[in-house]
Nanobody, 118 residues
């Protein structure tokens, strides 16, 4: 079964940076697209970034373009999200997931809180 273990959340000041990691197991990581999502307080969950299986394609929601970078290491079965120039609007519970066949395949779980505040 798909397992996703996230790390790297926490409290950061506006303008600061965080790097999120998500270690995956239970499926062929190198064949799956990976994604990061977030759910801001009182809002629906939204896609933040997507990366194809071989990193040839990366997509971001408009509000994070130029600030966030998604990457992956297929040898370590891990996907990353480097978040720079954070602002309070980035405050949310963040999740990673795996996708193939047009569907997200992993459990959403509890996610990890990222709070941007002074």
């Amino acid at each position: 079964q798909v397992q996703l273990v996230e790390s790297g959340g926490g409290l950061v000041q506006p303008g600061g940076s965080l790097k999120r990691s998500c270690a995956a197991s239970g499926f062929t990581f190198s064949s799956a697209a990976m994604s990061w999502h977030r759910q801001p307080p009182g809002k629906e969950r939204e896609v933040v970034a997507l990366i194809s299986s071989e990193s040839s394609s990366r997509n971001y929601r408009d509000s994070v373009k130029g600030r966030f970078t998604i990457s992956r290491d297929n040898a370590k079965n891990t996907v990353y999200l480097q978040m720079n120039s954070l602002n309070p609007e980035d405050t949310a519970v963040y999740y990673c997931n795996a996708a193939w066949g047009g569907q997200y395949r992993g459990p959403w779980g509890q996610g990890t809180q990222v709070t941007v505040s002074s």
